[in-house]
């Protein structure tokens, strides 16, 4: 088995990836821990506990950090829903999460599994920061970060010129990109060209299987600021093409090794990662970006996911 540790900021995008790790045969989900981001801290914690439990798993979930290093939290409410999980009623309350801080986890997971732990991040990199801050040997430990985050080539989705997940913490983002970890970076381009779903395409999916349902079901209010704002035809998952990647490293087709920084005092560009694809900065690569992926193997490995058989693990 893969050990896999997931920090999420738990909405609608991030439960499909969460499905497809917890449903992948030879991947054991160790943690979850949460940071807020899409929703506040209270609302990704039950998000991703009722995920797990649609799943069948008893994967430990873990509350982390509630707002950004050195700014007020914003939210993606407006594009999420007010619950994160588009708005469809579901029964979000009422669950408890596992007893620890997300940061003290992250750390001792990533040494209980040292040279053999894949992070995948899906949210704002607060609680990897901190953790980085205070045990700064974790990142020789880790074999493998995967991060949704920043764009390789292209265009934001809540500024011109930054992606959301580092646009919400860009100072939590510069210490982790700067820490010499093994990143590779899933960008909203890769997303935004290779896993948006038309209402067609949405419909395909959802006739697969009960969880596959659920994970359309729960695009609803993502899908009409797809079509609305973004002008796209329907809805893109960032998070599960991310995460497919890290699961099936063939769905990323072209990677460079590249320098990534990140802008944190410019509002007219805050958050912005930005690659050297020409190495005109003479500063060392730092970052897998990749730039191109495969939509037929992202789709292979969701389709696995949704139509695999529950089983407790």
Request: proline share 5%; glycine share 8%.
């Amino acid at each position: 088995m893969r050990h896999f540790l997931i920090d999420t900021d738990t909405a609608s995008d991030d439960a499909v990836a969460l499905v497809m790790a917890l449903q992948h045969p030879q991947v054991q989900v160790e943690a979850i821990t949460v940071v807020a981001g899409n929703v506040p801290l209270s609302h990704g914690v039950q998000n991703a506990l009722y995920t797990v439990e649609r799943c069948g798993q008893s994967t430990p979930v873990y509350a982390g950090i509630d707002k950004p290093m050195l700014r007020p939290l914003q939210t993606a409410q407006f594009c999420h829903g007010e619950d994160g999980m588009g708005d469809i009623g579901l029964p979000l309350t009422g669950r408890s999460p596992a007893v620890g801080h997300a940061v003290d986890i992250l750390i001792e997971t990533v040494h209980r599994f040292a040279g053999q732990i894949t992070l995948v991040t899906l949210g704002p990199l607060t609680n990897v920061a901190v953790a980085v801050l205070r045990d700064p040997s974790i990142v020789q430990a880790i074999e493998r970060c995967v991060i949704m985050g920043g764009i390789g080539f292209g265009y934001g989705n809540i500024v011109p010129a930054a992606e959301y997940n580092i646009w919400v913490d860009p100072a939590a983002a510069k210490i982790v990109f700067e820490s010499g970890m093994p990143i590779q970076m899933v960008g909203w381009d890769v997303s935004h060209k290779y896993a948006t779903f038309t209402a067609e395409q949405a419909d395909d999916l959802y006739s697969m299987s009960n969880l596959a349902a659920f994970c359309v079901d729960i695009q609803k209010a993502l899908r009409a600021f797809g079509i609305s704002y973004l002008k796209q035809d329907g809805f893109d998952l960032p998070d599960p093409i991310a995460m497919a990647v890290a699961l099936e490293p063939d769905v990323a087709t072209v990677t460079k090794r590249l320098r990534v920084d990140v802008e944190m005092q410019s509002e007219l560009t805050r958050g912005a990662t930005v690659v050297d694809h020409l190495r005109v900065s003479g500063r060392e690569p730092n970052v897998d970006v990749v730039l191109e992926a495969s939509r037929e193997r992202f789709l292979e490995t969701l389709y696995a996911a949704v139509r695999a058989p529950i089983h407790k693990r």
